[in-house]
């Protein structure tokens, strides 16, 4: 990226954000739902910092929990500034969800530990060991729940469908269309809005 175009980034306002176009993507209907998640996470990984991440599991717990109010907050909010113990609770779960894992998030799941909480570490594939590494080293690996974001959201996919007596497809565009819903509510990148086909 070229120093023109990051000032040029930089001066875009949240408007400018808002009128950028929807993430369109083709999606082979053939393939399997983790490759769908996959597709999607990496189509949208230069722009999202962790966004699309987080408000896909949002999707995910709202659709799966459907009497349970699923907070949706900024991506970017951090969980001390909103006294959370972690990006979304359910009962004794405490999600995180971060595209890099780190020492930090790790202490995080511990300090849930230590509460009697059961956190659940939600990252890309591509980041599963070098998660399992952290929390060795401190301590938590067994005590830890480590899913990839992928797996995570293609195993709601393939349950929901199966309860319902749905094709996959159709119940990720279900999720889709509550994430784009989260999304709009909360963050001023409109173009991190999905359409799946």
């Not at 599991?57 to 001390?80: M, Q, S, T, Y």
């Not at 500034?81 to 972690?86: E, K, P, Y």
């Not at 929390?135 to 929901?160: C, H, M, P, R, W």
């Amino acid at each position: 990226m070229s120093i023109d175009t990051v000032k040029t980034e930089s001066r875009r306002t949240p408007d400018d954000r808002r009128k950028r176009k929807n993430t369109e993507l083709n999606l082979d209907r053939q393939q399997a739902p983790t490759t769908w998640v996959h597709t999607i996470i990496e189509n949208t990984k230069l722009r999202s910092g962790g966004v699309v991440e987080q408000h896909l599991i949002g999707a995910k717990l709202e659709h799966r929990f459907r009497g349970i109010l699923i907070p949706n907050h900024p991506a970017h909010v951090g969980d001390c500034q909103t006294f959370r113990a972690g990006d979304f609770e359910i009962a004794n779960l405490v999600y995180h969800v971060t595209v890099a894992p780190s020492r930090n998030v790790i202490q995080k799941c511990g300090d849930n530990i230590r509460l009697g909480f059961h956190p659940i570490l939600l990252i890309p594939a591509e980041q599963e060991n070098k998660a399992r590494v952290l929390a060795q080293d401190e301590g938590i690996e067994k005590e830890l729940t480590i899913i990839s974001i992928e797996a995570f959201v293609a195993f709601n996919i393939i349950d929901l469908a199966t309860v319902e007596d749905k094709d996959f497809f159709d119940v990720l565009k279900e999720i889709v269309e509550i994430y784009n819903g989260r999304l709009a509510a909360v963050e001023s990148d409109m173009s991190l809005q999905l359409q799946v086909r």
